[in-house]
């Protein structure tokens, strides 16, 4: 099992960025906290809006909106897991997430390569999602396994089937990837199991995750509802990820996206605790700037680093695992 070294504990001379204060985390929550109790999040699933009924969420049926007293959000808090176990198919390659320890993944997900071979960029295929597994699997600086490309030459209505046939058996590794909905979800968990040896074997030790994104500002399509669910489901952890655009999809302030960004990364975690208190929850980001001359997203900015740093100090506020952006 690998615990990576501590980041910015002082006894080991560690490095910290401090981007806001206690007392400025604080009043960000606080912030949160009003926007999900008065203004609420777009679940466009009917199954997720009565898990959050049932849960104490207030839900407004024809707008499809639910909001979320103070009490509901901060039991979810207090019931997600700090310490994640991230298995291996090699225990040797085990990752835990923990406070105040920090690891590395490839970025994903890209759409087109440059070919090895013939120099031309083209369509990235089943092939590609294959070779940048084992690509990952040699590189020890990566600690898992994000799916890097897709396989664009399955079929669409699968093709999360065949991108999982693809990496899984090409790293020992554990592995992230977005599914697509809740039921190639469900059929991915039962791939995995296969790999593990049954479903008691993939709960006692989980060799893949899975991600998801809302929509910003402040909505879940029903795939990103499934996914929560059918992972809280199974034991395996999501990573709800905000792609949120400051200055686009998000308030041009760091403060401001950063509510927005909480508020819709804690509504998923509410949902997620709702299917079943105590499930494996990742706090994610992707969030950066718009650049405004472009209209496009300032991937490797300054923006996107402090961004992506103030991700990481609200997720240790809350005790929850991150999952940032390179800067």
């Given at each position: 099992?690998?615990?990576?070294?501590?980041?910015?504990?002082?006894?080991n001379?560690g490095?910290?960025?401090?981007?806001?204060?206690?007392?400025?985390?604080?009043?960000?929550?606080?912030a949160?906290?009003?926007?999900?109790?008065?203004?609420?999040?777009?679940?466009?699933?009917?199954?997720?809006?009565?898990?959050?009924?049932?849960?104490?969420?207030?839900?407004?049926?024809?707008?499809?909106?639910?909001?979320?007293?103070?009490?509901?959000?901060e039991?979810?808090?207090?019931?997600?897991?700090?310490?994640?176990?991230?298995?291996?198919?090699?225990?040797?390659?085990?990752?835990?997430?923990?406070?105040?320890?920090?690891?590395?993944?490839?970025?994903?997900?890209?759409?087109?390569?440059?070919?090895?071979y013939?120099g031309?960029?083209?369509?990235?295929?089943?092939?590609?999602?294959?070779?940048?597994?084992?690509?990952?699997?040699?590189?020890?600086?990566?600690?898992?396994?994000?799916?890097?490309v897709?396989?664009?030459?399955?079929?669409?209505?699968?093709?999360?089937?065949?991108?999982?046939e693809a990496?899984?058996?090409?790293?020992?590794?554990?592995?992230?990837?977005?599914?697509?909905?809740?039921?190639?979800?469900?059929?991915i968990?039962?791939?995995?199991?296969?790999?593990?040896?049954?479903?008691?074997?993939l709960?006692?030790?989980?060799?893949?995750?899975?991600?998801?994104?809302p929509?910003?500002?402040?909505?879940?399509?029903?795939?990103?509802?499934?996914?929560?669910?059918?992972?809280?489901?199974?034991?395996?952890?999501?990573?709800?990820?905000?792609?949120?655009?400051?200055?686009?999809?998000?308030p041009?302030?760091?403060?401001?996206?950063?509510?927005?960004?909480?508020?819709?990364?804690?509504?998923?975690?509410?949902?997620?605790?709702?299917?079943?208190?105590?499930?494996?929850?990742?706090?994610?980001?992707?969030?950066t700037?718009?650049?405004l001359?472009?209209?496009?997203?300032?991937?490797?900015?300054?923006?996107c680093?402090?961004i992506?740093?103030?991700?990481?100090?609200?997720?240790?506020?809350?005790?929850?695992?991150?999952w940032?952006?390179?800067?």
């Open positions: 099992m690998k615990r990576s070294l501590p980041a910015g504990k002082k006894p001379g490095l910290s960025f401090q981007v806001f204060t206690e007392d400025e985390l604080n009043d960000i929550h606080l949160t906290l009003d926007v999900l109790e008065n203004t609420g999040l777009r679940f466009d699933d009917e199954e997720a809006l009565e898990v959050l009924d049932g849960g104490g969420a207030m839900i407004d049926r024809e707008s499809r909106v639910a909001k979320f007293p103070s009490r509901v959000v039991d979810a808090i207090e019931s997600a897991p700090s310490t994640i176990l991230l298995a291996g198919r090699n225990p040797r390659h085990d990752f835990v997430l923990e406070p105040d320890r920090v690891g590395f993944t490839n970025f994903g997900e890209g759409l087109f390569i440059n070919d090895p013939t031309k960029l083209r369509e990235t295929t089943k092939a590609d999602v294959a070779s940048s597994a084992l690509v990952v699997d040699y590189l020890s600086e990566i600690d898992v396994y994000e799916r890097a897709g396989a664009a030459d399955a079929p669409h209505q699968t093709v999360q089937l065949h991108n999982a990496w899984m058996p090409n790293t020992s590794k554990h592995g992230f990837m977005g599914s697509g909905n809740g039921y190639l979800t469900r059929k968990v039962d791939m995995a199991a296969a790999i593990a040896g049954g479903r008691d074997e709960q006692q030790r989980p060799i893949v995750s899975f991600i998801t994104c929509v910003s500002p402040l909505q879940f399509i029903q795939d990103s509802c499934e996914i929560i669910m059918e992972s809280a489901r199974a034991d395996l952890a999501v990573n709800v990820l905000s792609m949120a655009m400051a200055g686009g999809s998000s041009v302030t760091l403060a401001g996206t950063l509510v927005e960004h909480n508020a819709e990364v804690l509504s998923g975690l509410v949902l997620s605790q709702c299917t079943r208190k105590g499930a494996k929850f990742i706090y994610g980001s992707s969030t700037a718009m650049d001359r472009f209209a496009s997203a300032s991937v490797g900015s300054p923006e680093g402090l992506s740093a103030s991700v990481a100090e609200m997720s240790t506020f809350y005790g929850i695992p991150s940032v952006a390179g800067g």
